[in-house]
Structure formats: structure tokens, C-alpha cells
């Protein structure tokens, strides 16, 4: 747990390196694309980590080994750094890090192959989620980021992972634990399919466009309920009843509509499907563990403080991420409690003074 209150600065910097995986030589190095010239880029290979004594033993039978937390997290290009960052930060604060499985979800399925170089005691599994399945129920959004495909891959998990998964924690990219998985995990969903930290205070309707509030066939989706913002980066997903009720197609009908010639019911990116389908039917966990907007707004090079109460996860969500702050030299006061988790360059955080 960590409680830490910083002073925010406005600070300036450049896009996020984009990063694309190919082979591996033992330094766990591989080529790339940065700043428009190719050059080898460097992880350095994790510390070793081992389950407390009084951890269960994993029963060694894949995904459907009961005594395993499962984690469902993305890896493409762009975010690459701070996935990794994500994954050490989750083994480094577990008590039983041998009991954690990842399921990776990928445009890109080497990027597998940087995952066991950089973690060789990991438990995973890389699913490939192919671009084509959303691309065209894509709208465009306030941020380019917003629109990858990859950003749409939660709305499958259902489908893509094996069905003996029952439940899932899933992770956005941009964020660090510095709290026991295992305390997410145990949360009590209390027959609800989704589980997050509701923000009941935030103005609800500027997530959708006048044109849906206009329309009662729209608005009325809501009637008799008593709907919360809640950010979509860090949620626990009972599967099973997910895969019963089909919510999957409940979320891509929103997206044909948002599409349709008659205009647009929402202006950001993969959120507003998930508030339209399950939007007051949210088990609410504590706020600890979203610790969300540490990126600062859409606006680049805004710096934001940690909102008041305890700190379980901390979630760079907004235009700013840390590694691109840190690569620049100008990082916001926050961003040293990411760094620790940077595992980029053979020197640590922040070592690759020839990207600045």
C-alpha cells in the first residue's frame, strides 16, 4: 500500500517510442523502429521471484489450474514498455507471483517471445486478436490511441480465452500495482459480471453526444438505473456469466450504432459501450485500486496528483505516459513511482539517453 501526495508541474514531451518485436539475442534485445531510424532496443531480463511458503502449489495443469489468478493484459507497440513495466510490478508486490497467469493479448503474436526473455518463471499464455474483428466498428475518438484495435481486445475475452478461465483481472498497459494482486483478485462481484471503482461524482452524460440524450429509444437504456462512471483500465470479469448472457454482442450493437448513418451517441473511443451495457450493474471495488488520470487530460503535458485515501495501483490513464516522459527528460512528479517497475534499457529506467 502507498499514500503519497506530490505538487503537479506542467510539463511538455513527445510522442511514446513505438517499439515493434522480431528475434532475441541472450541480452534480451531485439530491432525496432524509433524516431524514424531501425536501432536495437534492450529490456533487461527480470529479477527472479519465488511463491511465500504458504502459497498453494500450482497444480501445473495450464489455465485450469483453480489456484491461479488470472490477468488479462494487451501488448503491441506503442504501450510495449509500459506493459512489461505492468507484468514486474504485479510479480514484484505478489506473495505468490509463481501463482499469477498471464494472458496476453496481441495484433503481434512474437511479442510472446520478448515476454519469456524478459520473464523467464512467468506464467503465460498470447492470444492473437486480429485487427480485422473491430476495424470496421472503429469510430473515430478525441485521442488516435483511443482508436487501435488492440484497445477493443477486452470486449473478447470471453471468446478468447479457454473457457475453464472463469474470471479474469484485466489490466490496461499504462499503470503499475504496488499492492498484492491476490486482494483484487478475492473481490466479491456479488453476482455482477463486472467489478471496478465507480466514480459517481463525474458528469455521466458528457460521455455521450446530444443526439443520444435527445432520443428516449437511446436515454431510456438507462431507465431504472443508477449509472457511475467507471474507468475500464482495471476490472475483474466474471467470465462465465459473461459468456451466458453474450455480452460481447451486447457491446459490438452499441458500436453498429454508433456507426450508423443517422450519427454519433459517444465521442470516446471503447468506453461508452461498456457504461451503455453495464453502467449501474458494476460491483464497486475500492478506489485504491484505480488510482486513475495520472496521464493528465487530452490535453499534452498536464501533470496530476494522486486523488486523496490509500494507493493500491496506480494508473497513468490520459494523453501523458511515463516511459515517454521519462525518455524526454521531463517527467511529472508521479512518474518516479513508475520508474522503479521500467525494465527498458540494459542501464534501468530512463537509460537510453540517445532516445532523448
Not at 123 to 150: H, M, N, W
Request: proline fraction near 7%; charged fraction near 20%.
Amino acid at each position: 500500500m502507498l499514500a503519497v501526495v506530490l505538487s503537479p508541474s506542467l510539463q511538455s514531451f513527445p510522442p511514446a517510442e513505438a517499439i515493434r518485436s522480431s528475434q532475441f539475442d541472450g541480452s534480451v534485445r531485439f530491432p525496432g523502429q524509433i524516431a524514424g531510424g531501425a536501432r536495437g532496443i534492450a529490456f533487461r531480463r527480470a529479477p527472479s521471484f519465488r511463491n511465500a511458503a504458504d502459497c498453494a502449489a500450482p497444480a501445473g495443469n495450464g489455465t485450469c489450474d483453480p489456484s491461479l489468478v488470472h490477468i488479462a493484459i494487451t501488448l503491441d507497440e506503442e504501450y510495449l514498455r509500459g506493459s512489461v513495466a505492468a507484468v514486474h510490478s504485479v510479480v514484484t508486490h505478489a506473495r505468490c507471483p509463481e501463482s499469477v497467469f498471464f494472458h496476453f493479448l496481441v495484433s503481434d503474436p512474437s511479442l510472446g517471445d520478448l515476454v519469456r526473455a524478459v520473464f523467464p518463471q512467468l506464467r503465460f499464455k498470447v492470444y492473437y486478436f486480429d485487427p480485422d474483428r473491430v476495424r470496421g466498428l472503429i469510430s473515430t475518438s478525441v485521442r488516435q490511441a483511443l482508436e487501435q484495435p488492440l484497445n477493443y481486445a477486452r470486449n473478447y475475452l470471453a471468446g478468447l480465452l479457454d473457457p475453464c478461465v472463469r474470471r479474469v483481472i484485466y489490466l490496461d498497459s499504462d499503470l503499475v500495482l504496488v499492492d498484492d494482486v491476490a486482494k483484487l483478485w478475492r473481490t466479491d462481484l456479488a453476482g455482477r459480471v463486472v467489478g471496478a471503482p465507480e466514480y459517481c461524482h463525474a458528469n455521466f452524460t458528457k460521455y455521450f453526444t446530444a443526439r443520444f440524450w435527445s432520443d428516449h429509444r437511446f436515454a431510456g437504456i438507462f431507465s431504472g438505473r443508477k449509472p457511475c462512471y467507471f474507468n475500464t483500465g482495471v476490472m475483474v470479469l466474471d467470465l462465465d456469466r459473461w459468456r451466458d448472457a453474450g455480452y460481447t454482442q451486447r457491446i459490438e450493437r452499441w458500436m453498429e450504432i454508433q456507426k450508423s448513418p443517422a450519427g454519433r451517441i459517444y465521442e470516446l473511443g471503447s468506453l461508452p459501450p461498456f457504461l451503455l451495457v453495464f453502467a449501474g450493474h458494476v460491483a464497486p471495488i475500492e478506489h485504491r485500486w484505480n488510482q486513475h488520470g495520472l496521464g493528465g487530460d487530452n490535453v499534452f503535458g498536464s501533470c496530476r496528483d494522486l486523488h486523496p485515501g490509500p494507493v493500491s495501483l496506480l494508473h497513468w490513464s490520459g494523453s501523458g505516459k511515463p516511459w515517454a516522459r521519462l525518455a524526454a527528460g521531463r517527467p511529472c512528479p508521479l512518474d518516479a513511482l513508475w520508474a522503479p517497475f521500467d525494465l527498458y534499457g540494459p542501464g534501468g529506467a530512463g537509460a537510453d539517453k540517445s532516445s532523448r
